[in-house]
């Protein structure tokens, strides 16, 4: 389960230069081929990447190659060189820029580190033989969530070829997508028009600086500016909003990916007691802690209070989200999990009822997706809070949010 293989270039004819830039690099030995014998070479080399040069390729060819590599476990990068107008199938990632040897470099590079990381989290469940921590084995874009940004005529096309895969988180201005990005977990972003070339180099700059997102996929639609090799996932994609949504997809994917091995790896550290879905508590684990700290505040004195936050039961996606902003930004004293109904309960240690609904309010306005400008209520949840009273039980506590929420509602 090694990460080291070799890397399978993939061209029509033969690539002196490409070839001869990645032996220098010395990333991966290099394996050439073409494409009529691209399934055998898979085969027998059993590669750690994949290089495909699609100028003169038969589509089918690809699509086909890329079926193989996604079925293969640890996980696989395809890099397809192509042109601009091209489409790709989900798992090949685009590079347009077929001379910058050193934007290829960084991609794969980054592409390689999901796949060790890939390699560590299938090892560690092996060792571990955790249940609770196991791997999702669904589309990553199920996951995913995308920062849509600018003020241009062609957003809500992007919003709504976006939104078809993925959430979609909308930003009006650089300000606010600060927020989204220190607030929530991004897994690509989208630049739109509204913005000069000058404020756009300098928001690539900024996320270019940042460690945190040196690997997000990040396309932009306009003003061109120069690639940044700090950035490997940046592309420049012109053209309608389903075909720039195609191009970005694999990208987002990709990202969306690492971030749940992330929270699966974190997971296993945590001995099985964490969701690697949202980094919440398991429903087991979540249950002993809240039964402890209700007995510990009767008990010694004090306050505690407990949120319950209820989802769309129609809107997984919204959810999910939810939950993992939740767990982001909970404060260290605070515990949480995932219901099977869909809600996250929450619980707040040392705080009184006044304190936790205020903290509720600012979790829950942080979960508001935007479309092109407007809210979009079918994100938010609604939000009861009840305060640990003498006599209560956890089971009581935890009854009385629900009936809240229930009289609520009637």
């Known amino acids: 389960m090694s990460p080291q293989g070799p890397l399978l270039i993939v061209s029509p004819s033969t690539r002196p230069s490409l070839t001869a830039a990645l032996a220098a690099a010395q990333i991966l030995p290099s394996v050439e081929t073409r494409w009529t014998d691209a399934l055998s070479a898979m085969s027998k080399v059993q590669p750690a990447a994949v290089v495909a040069v699609m100028e003169g390729a038969d589509a089918a060819e690809l699509a086909a190659l890329s079926r193989h590599i996604g079925a293969r476990k640890p996980y696989v990068p ?18 347009q820029d077929s001379d910058n040897h050193e934007r290829l470099l960084a991609r794969l590079r980054a592409a390689l580190r999901v796949r060790t990381l890939h390699t560590t989290v299938l090892r560690r469940l092996d060792e571990k033989k955790t249940p609770d921590a196991a791997l999702p084995e669904t589309d990553p874009l199920d996951d995913a969530t995308v ?11 992007l919003s709504v070829a976006l939104g078809e895969r993925m959430a979609v988180v909308g930003a009006l201005s650089i300000e606010a997508a600060a927020k989204h990005l220190s607030s929530r977990d991004i897994d690509g972003i989208v630049l739109g028009e509204g913005f000069s070339p000058r404020v756009v180099d300098a928001f690539l700059a900024v996320l270019a600086e940042d460690t945190r997102f040196r690997n997000l996929a990040v396309v932009v639609t306009a003003n061109q500016p120069a690639p940044l090799q700090e950035l490997a996932n940046l592309e420049i994609i012109a053209g309608a909003p389903a075909h720039i949504a195609a191009s970005a997809l694999p990208l987002i994917r990709q990202h969306a990916f690492e971030a749940r091995l992330n929270r699966t790896l974190r997971a296993i550290e945590a001995g099985g007691m964490l969701d690697p879905q949202t980094g919440l508590l398991t429903r087991n684990a979540f249950a002993r802690d809240f039964a402890s700290a209700v007995s510990q505040t009767q008990k010694n004195g004090g306050s505690l209070a407990v949120a319950r936050f209820a989802f769309d039961p129609v809107n997984p996606r919204a959810q999910y989200d939810g939950a993992r902003i939740i767990s982001r930004l909970m404060r ?19 705080t009184d009822l006044r304190s936790a609904h205020a903290i509720a309010r600012r979790l829950s306005s942080v979960m508001r997706h935007t479309s092109h400008g407007k809210r979009d209520t079918r994100t938010e949840p609604s939000v009861t809070v009840a305060a640990l009273q003498a006599g209560d039980t956890a089971r009581s506590l935890l009854a009385r949010v629900y009936g809240e929420a229930q009289r609520a509602a009637s």
């Open 332 to 350: 260290r004293m605070d515990f949480g999990t995932h219901e099977d109904n869909g809600s996250v309960v929450v619980v707040f240690a040392e």
């Open 147 to 157: 920062l849509l940004l600018g003020r241009g005529t062609s957003l809500p096309g």
């Open 78 to 95: 395809l890099i397809a060189i192509t042109p601009g107008d091209a489409t790709l199938p989900d798992h090949a990632l685009p590079l």
